[in-house]
């Protein structure tokens, strides 16, 4: 490694306040013909608002008309509703093939007032990343590598975890 040591920096106040991050699977959606998990994820508390839940299907249902230019289309992938500590997202994730395509939105307010595209290289927190990787192996054992490819049983692979 040939950084100099004073071009490193990482200290505690980088960092919000540890807490428990609750992982949660709420439903499939399935708007314009399409399959959506739902998953929420929250620094706050396990239960996630029906208003959120509502403003946010409003808003990434246009976004599938995007979505659907890809190809292969298969009309299936996940949203992650995020109540961070810091900020709230709408991510919305679908695959083609066996690659993930992803959309970010900066959520203003809570309950939500406006959606907001995130900054140009912005991705997922260390929790949301969790729930991507879940989603990620689950495509792959049931989809990609299988000889039959399962998208039912991807769809019942859920993740419900603290962490």
Excluded at 58 to 66: C, H, K, T
Excluded at 98 to 118: G, Q, S
Excluded at 123 to 140: D, G, K, M, N, P
Excluded at 143 to 156: F, G, Q, T
Aim: proline fraction near 7%; charged fraction near 25%.
């Amino acid at each position: 490694m040939n950084a100099p040591r004073t071009m490193l920096r990482c200290v505690p106040a980088d960092f919000p306040v540890q807490r428990t991050r609750h992982l949660r699977f709420i439903e499939l959606w399935e708007p314009r013909s399409w399959i959506l998990k739902i998953y929420f994820h929250s620094a706050h508390r396990d239960q996630l608002s029906r208003e959120y839940l509502a403003k946010a299907k409003i808003f990434i249902e246009p976004q599938l008309v995007e979505a659907e230019q890809t190809e292969p289309l298969h009309r299936v992938g996940f949203m992650i509703l995020s109540h961070g500590a810091v900020s709230n997202w709408v991510m919305l994730d679908w695959w083609s093939s066996h690659i993930l395509y992803h959309r970010i939105f900066r959520v203003e307010d809570m309950p939500p007032e406006r959606f907001i595209d995130a900054p140009l290289n912005l991705f997922q927190c260390v929790y949301e990343l969790r729930i991507t990787a879940f989603e990620s192996e689950a495509w792959r054992k049931n989809v990609v590598e299988n000889p039959s490819p399962d998208i039912h049983a991807y769809l019942k692979a859920q993740l419900n975890i603290d962490v």
